[in-house]
């Protein structure tokens, strides 16, 4: 028997094991890719499921959120072969309805162990208005470049949000607050960092703010209105921030 012989064996064997494997999945329902992604985040609901376990599509998905719900649409997956092989299946996701588009990758691994990179998601606060006390308008726009998840605890994250052209109801009308962000990390023991900024806004943001499950969000920081911001800001500023110097209030939440 020749070396070239004793190499090409196995590789004929990988082959048709390789093909055999192709076979089977190929006919695998495309339930089970939306199993895997629930297994994965599992916030993440799709119904109206069909195609096949590389290619489908659900009829409407759904993130659950602890009091509300964001609606999302029509979704599309395709799974990653080679991901397969590495015992950690990777899927890539497309959402789509009026107000919303999000694109993404999520893996889950056998040590349950979930990954999402290159996440993008726009649509909407109208979700948040069920958190939160006050009502608010605008558009959301979150960017996770990567995550990890494991037991519902956030080990890893690096992650943009933003909140733009927003506007806060009054009780008699909408006033427009302005547009800001923040970056986000995880701190590897299931707490999120961020730092809040103004990107174009009658408020100077400046503050950071930690989560965890069992607390929420706690928040400090400075912000100090423009000379030029409405009235109505200047005074819901006043009232709930500590004046530092002129014009500089430090603001704590809860």
């Not at 985040?41 to 096949?52: F, H, K, Q, R, Y």
């Not at 799974?79 to 890539?92: E, F, I, T």
């Not at 309805?97 to 040590?111: A, E, F, K, M, N």
């Not at 912000?223 to 819901?236: H, N, Q, T, W």
């Amino acid at each position: 028997m020749t070396v070239s012989s004793t190499l090409l064996k196995p590789l004929i064997y990988l082959f048709f094991i390789g093909y055999f494997l192709y076979l089977v999945l190929s006919r695998a329902p495309a339930e089970l890719a939306a199993s895997a992604v629930h297994a994965a985040v599992p916030n993440v609901w799709l119904t109206g499921v069909e195609g096949s376990l590389w290619h489908g599509r659900a009829a409407s998905g759904q993130l659950d959120l602890p009091q509300s719900a964001i609606p999302l649409g029509n979704v599309t997956w395709d799974l990653d072969p080679l991901s397969l092989v590495l015992l950690s299946p990777c899927v890539k996701l497309n959402a789509v309805r009026p107000g919303l588009q999000l694109d993404g990758t999520v893996c889950h691994s056998i040590t349950g162990t979930s990954k999402i990179k290159d996440l993008m998601l726009e649509t909407s606060v109208d979700p948040v208005n069920e958190l939160i006390a006050v009502q608010i308008s605008g558009q959301a726009s979150i960017n996770v470049l990567s995550a990890e998840v494991k037991n519902m605890q956030v080990e890893a994250l690096d992650a943009r949000a933003s909140w733009l052209n927003g506007s806060v109801y009054t009780g008699e009308s909408w006033l427009a607050v302005g547009s800001y962000g923040a970056n986000l990390n995880g701190l590897g023991n299931g707490e999120v960092s961020a730092k809040l900024f103004d990107i174009d806004a009658p408020v100077a943001v400046d503050m950071g703010a930690t989560w965890n499950m069992q607390q929420g969000w706690k928040t400090q920081g400075t912000v100090k209105p423009a000379p030029l911001a409405p009235d109505l800001i200047k005074g819901a500023v006043q009232l709930v921030g500590e004046e530092l110097e002129p014009g500089v209030y430090r603001v704590m939440w809860p």
